[in-house]
């Protein structure tokens, strides 16, 4: 069987258009990257993930209400199910275990978390468990495929200011609890993987860190301020970068916090004359990719603080971004 992740000596990221209708496949196993293909999806696709083995890439269309599912192993690669979710998807997470895919579908007042069987030979919904009244960002799965992490809170006086935690060890996913951070609008969602933290990123600019583990979850930490248009969490857990959109325009302001150490630090600030956008780590933690209006940009993660390794022009704007 061919590596997905590298096939012929390349190796992968995905970005999507976000007012287009594809998924662009970027060879970055080489000094620069270089895009190789691109497959239609459905309409605005805006957020991507793949599996753990990285044999499948899911596409959230969100103009077209569907999840695009494609088989990375193929040359070229091509979809190979599309499941429709009957309402207007925010995010996606699928489980370490690679036999669920999670959905948070709106609208926001009355929405809904889905569940898709990727177990079945044609991968099928499952479930959808209605969940009035949230907000619906990030979403993300503990690594034993017991909790799913949720960003937004009831709707009432903390709509701005909470994740909700679900056990998902059953059929549909039953709420834990909707846990009171200490920033407004939470935009991101991850889970360290040893699972003993969730971090929340919020668009006000605020990073949470909650005992993961904890029933309730418990808020450890809190640290941060300014709008945020992207970030990224670092493959051993302990990095959170963090894009900022102020001050004036928000060109190239930016914040690395350990997240590993509780309570949080002092971030470690720097600027670059690109503006943030959608960012992910590559799978060593050495570099940095991120899609910056029509520019995609390697950070050198290695370097204190980071530098721009290199960058290529694209077709933009993007929705997502993801190896």
């Known amino acids: 069987m061919t590596n997905p992740h590298r096939r ?18 970027m060879d970055i196993g080489k000094d620069k990257p270089k895009e190789v293909e691109t497959i239609k999806v459905g309409i605005q696709p805006e957020h991507l993930v793949t599996n753990r083995s990285k044999t499948r890439l899911y596409v959230m269309n969100r103009g077209s209400n569907s999840i695009s599912i494609i088989d990375t192993t193929t040359a070229p690669m091509e979809v190979i199910a599309t499941v429709a979710l009957g309402a207007e998807p925010y995010a996606i997470a699928v489980d370490p275990e690679q036999s669920r895919a999670f959905v948070s579908c709106g609208p926001m007042d009355d929405g809904s978390i889905k569940i898709i069987d990727l177990s079945a030979a044609s991968p099928v919904l499952q479930n959808s468990t209605p969940v009035r009244g949230l907000l619906f960002r990030g979403l993300a799965v503990s690594p ?17 200011d909470s994740i909700s935690v679900y056990d998902i060890t059953g059929s549909a996913p039953v709420l834990i609890a909707a846990v009171e951070g200490q920033n ?17 990123s919020f668009r006000q600019g605020g990073i949470n860190v909650f ?36 001050p004036a325009g ?7 916090y350990n997240v590993s150490a509780i309570p ?51 077709t933009g704007p993007a929705g997502g971004i993801t190896l």
């Open 184 to 200: 407004e609008s939470p935009e991101f969602v991850y889970v360290n993987p040893a699972g003993s933290f969730a971090i929340a």
């Open 8 to 25: 012929n000596g390349q190796q992968y990221l995905y970005f999507s258009q976000k007012t287009g209708d594809s998924v662009r496949v």
């Open 211 to 246: 005992d993961a583990a904890a029933t309730p979850p418990v808020l450890l930490s809190t640290v941060g301020s300014g709008e945020v248009n992207g970030s990224a969490l670092s493959p051993d857990g302990k990095l959170l970068v963090m894009g900022y959109a102020e």
């Open 250 to 256: 928000g060109e190239g302001n930016y914040a690395i």
């Open 144 to 160: 034993d495929s017991k909790r799913l992490f949720v960003a937004g809170g009831p709707k009432d006086d903390t709509i701005n």
């Open 264 to 314: 949080l630090g002092t971030g470690l600030f720097f600027t670059s004359t690109y503006a943030p956008g959608p960012m992910t780590f590559s799978p060593d933690g050495a570099r940095l990719y991120m899609i910056s209006g029509t520019e995609l940009v390697t950070y050198d993660m290695t370097m204190h603080p980071p530098e721009v390794k290199d960058h290529v022009t694209l």
